[in-house]
């Protein structure tokens, strides 16, 4: 099992950045494939990010391609998002999530283990 930790996120405005840290416990953190999944209220958990365990693969969704940046440090235990250019509608709940089995990066239903999100506003 793997414990995730979210922490990075507030309040900024329109243009700006805010970088995403997720921490996990344990020292098998390099056997997960990580991803970043959003909610915002009312709406579905959408995907993200995501990158693989060790290759440095990443897959982004398209509305955040170019703007945000996926990376890992399995030394460390964490996953990080970097966000630039943030909009109003990044506004959102972001959720880290751990993937031990097969990897299919973009499906929530895939990853076995979810942090408790931490909160992105991005006023204008």
């Known amino acids: 099992q793997v414990q995730l930790v979210e922490s990075g996120g507030g309040l900024v405005q329109a243009g700006g950045s805010l970088k995403l840290s997720c921490a996990a416990s344990g020292r098998t953190f390099s056997t997960y494939a990580m991803g970043w999944f959003c909610q915002a209220p009312g709406k579905e958990r959408e995907f993200v990010a995501a990158i693989s365990r060790n290759s440095g693969r990443t897959y982004y969704v398209d509305s955040v391609k170019g703007r945000f940046t996926i990376s890992r440090d399995n030394a460390k235990n964490t996953v990080y998002l970097q966000m630039n250019s943030l909009m109003p509608e990044d506004t959102a709940v972001y959720y880290c999530?751990?993937?031990?089995?097969?990897?299919?990066?973009?499906?929530?239903?895939?990853?076995?283990?979810w942090g408790q999100g931490t909160q992105v506003t991005v006023s204008s």
């Open positions: 999530a751990a993937e031990a089995g097969v990897w299919r990066p973009g499906e929530k239903l895939a990853y076995d283990y």
